[in-house]
């Protein structure tokens, strides 16, 4: 079956469901903010430390995208010092699946790469 016929429309990706999910879980630190969240909540210096890499304006960027998209729920602890946490919405636990998914699928390339480098070289110490 040819790909690249002519008479295929184009995507239209305000109707694309894969572009509406990626409008939400989409970016490189979405899915690991996810991940981290999907066995339960989470605090915010929590996340930090989880997340090697992420900055504190990113994390408090990416956290309030979530929240208005409905994914993410913030909870304040009147509490001193006060603290704030972080949990999925049910709208946001549908996402888990998907996250275990790419959980899967990852370790299972890890695994290849890993088994790829042994047998070009032997196993290094």
């Given at each position: 079956?040819?790909?690249?016929?002519?008479?295929?429309?184009?995507?239209?990706?305000?109707?694309?469901?894969?572009?509406?999910?990626?409008?939400?879980?989409?970016?490189?630190?979405?899915?690991?903010?996810?991940?981290?969240?999907?066995?339960?909540?989470?605090?915010?210096?929590?996340?930090?430390?989880?997340?090697?890499?992420?900055?504190?304006?990113?994390?408090?960027?990416?956290?309030?995208?979530?929240?208005?998209?409905?994914?993410?729920?913030?909870?304040?602890?009147?509490?001193?010092?006060?603290?704030?946490?972080?949990?999925?919405?049910?709208?946001?636990?549908?996402?888990?699946?998907?996250?275990?998914?790419?959980?899967?699928?990852?370790t299972e390339r890890l695994a290849a790469k890993h088994c790829?480098?042994?047998?070009?070289?032997?196993?290094?110490?």
């Amino acid at each position: 079956m040819d790909q690249n016929r002519v008479d295929t429309p184009p995507m239209d990706l305000d109707q694309c469901p894969v572009a509406a999910t990626l409008q939400v879980i989409g970016g490189k630190w979405v899915p690991l903010i996810l991940f981290q969240l999907k066995d339960g909540p989470r605090r915010f210096n929590a996340l930090r430390r989880l997340i090697p890499g992420i900055t504190q304006r990113m994390l408090t960027l990416q956290l309030r995208g979530l929240e208005q998209d409905g994914v993410v729920a913030r909870k304040v602890f009147e509490t001193v010092p006060p603290h704030v946490e972080y949990s999925l919405t049910p709208s946001g636990q549908t996402l888990a699946p998907i996250i275990e998914a790419m959980e899967v699928w990852g370790t299972e390339r890890l695994a290849a790469k890993h088994c790829d480098r042994e047998s070009e070289g032997g196993a290094m110490a």
